[in-house]
């Protein structure tokens, strides 16, 4: 496991992923692999945030207000409101291997993102939005089956991804509701470990296979020298319109950017019969598109991940 992990570590220096400490030795096997956010996992990070928070807001209709705040002591919850603020708390448990912190972070403080979300007592069924909570985080591994809910409490749920049966699991999320008898609310928190996540969506994803919605670079086009004017235009409708994120290639991106969901090849012959090819990382199909139509169904596609739970 410690040399699967070694490999996975030098994958990641060498894409952008991770960034090593001066101090870290990656042939180094008596202690924890430890390495800064590269620029991508920095880019995982904030897209992770997003789909993470967004889940939680369609999943309950949009039926309470949500603010997020720099900290939780800028505003007193209310029963009207779902407050979402990022923390430090400190970790004092054994940490499993391959370990991505920010800059200047503590050894032993972790970064969270925090949900505190109140409503009706009667409201709330902590099993059903474990479901619901389990279901999100399948939707973005391809190992599903290292994922597991554990109910460690009676008003707690805690959601993990287990490597192996002799490595500590990562923790993921925890699920906790706290019940106010006197008002007949309740609070609902969800905490969401950083770290943890950042370097579980890495190793599933071996530093290559990201969720479309979480990688960095979502399309990438590459173009000729006659249809480079095309390749402007279609970035900046992708880009502008539909909201994705694109990336111009070169020649020599072809072993560089395998991690991108979408390619788009344009060719000389774009010009004369209007066609394009679009490859697919995931299915590795090499798809004839028309060139007019290729910017909404690669649109179609993204809005269509988004709305699938």
């Known amino acids: 496991m410690l040399s699967q992990l070694q490999h996975l570590a030098q994958k990641g220096l060498q894409t952008g992923f991770l960034k090593s400490l001066s101090s870290t030795s990656i042939n180094n096997d008596k202690f924890p692999l430890i390495f800064h956010y590269g620029p991508f996992a920095s880019n995982l990070f904030f897209y992770f945030r997003h789909e ?3 889940s939680f807001i369609r999943n309950n209709c949009g039926r309470y207000n949500f603010l997020w705040v720099d900290s939780i002591d800028q505003i007193n919850p209310t029963s009207n409101m779902t407050i979402g603020w990022q923390t430090k708390i400190s970790n004092n448990n054994s940490q499993p ?16 993102l925090c949900i505190n979300y109140i409503k009706p007592h009667e409201d709330i069924n902590l099993t059903h939005l474990a479901n619901e909570r389990t279901s999100f985080w399948k939707k973005y ?11 460690s409490k009676q008003n707690q749920f805690n959601i993990n991804y287990r490597l192996s049966s ?13 019940n106010n008898n006197n008002n007949n609310n309740s609070s ?21 296979l990201l969720h479309p919605l979480l990688t960095a670079y979502q399309i990438g086009i590459k ?4 249809t480079t004017e095309l390749c402007f235009y279609l970035s900046k409708l992708l880009t502008y319109k539909y909201h994705l994120r694109v990336l111009h290639l070169t020649n020599n991106d072809d072993n560089n950017n395998d991690f991108i969901p979408f390619h788009i090849l344009l060719n000389d012959d774009t010009l004369k019969n ?22 909404k169904r690669l649109a179609d596609y993204f809005k269509a991940l988004e709305d699938f739970v």
């Open 188 to 208: 609902l928190n969800l905490l969401l470990n950083i770290n943890h996540t950042l370097i579980t969506l890495l190793i599933d994803s071996q530093m290559k």
């Open 274 to 295: 209007g066609l394009c090819y679009v490859w697919n990382r995931d299915t590795q199909l090499n798809e004839q598109i028309n060139v007019k139509q290729v910017a």
């Open 166 to 178: 002799d490595i500590e699991p990562y923790h993921l999320e925890t699920i906790q509701s706290n």
């Open 141 to 151: 591994f391809s190992k599903r089956e290292k994922l597991e809910c554990i109910s």
């Open 223 to 226: 173009s000729t020298l006659k």
């Open 52 to 54: 993470w928070i967004q």
């Open 97 to 112: 291997p391959l370990i991505i912190k920010r800059e200047n972070q503590s050894d032993n403080d972790d970064d969270y």
